[in-house]
């Protein structure tokens, strides 16, 4: 895995200067996935509008990726634990919708 690793890193990292973002990314293995968590001071940028252009880079990350490597991958992408965030917001506010009440409903 530390062949992906570094392919991942250095193909996201050459990206994101492209882009003019400066960054720092750290990676993790975790079931037969590689997450890379990039710090960055344009994290808005990088996010995009409710993570498409996360969502984006994403894709376009694991396609380059996998172009290089005879093994395919998984590569997931955060930018400063956007997708726990993102996901602790949708938690809550489903767990709130479900307390609301909904009305009797007649037989």
């Known amino acids: 895995m530390e062949e992906e690793v570094e392919v991942a890193k250095q ?3 050459g990206l994101l200067e492209r882009i003019g973002a400066k960054t720092e990314v750290e990676e993790l293995v975790k079931e037969g996935s590689l997450y890379l968590e990039i710090k960055s001071d344009q994290e808005g940028i990088l996010i995009g509008r409710h993570g498409r252009t996360l969502d984006s880079l994403e894709i376009l990350i694991n396609r380059m990726v996998n172009k290089r490597l005879i093994r395919p991958v998984r590569v997931v992408l955060d930018i400063d ?3 726990k965030r993102r996901a602790d917001t949708l938690t809550k506010m489903a767990l709130r919708l479900g307390e609301k009440p909904r009305g ?3 037989p």
């Open 81 to 83: 634990d956007y997708r």
């Open 11 to 13: 193909l996201i990292t």
């Open 104 to 106: 009797e409903v007649t």
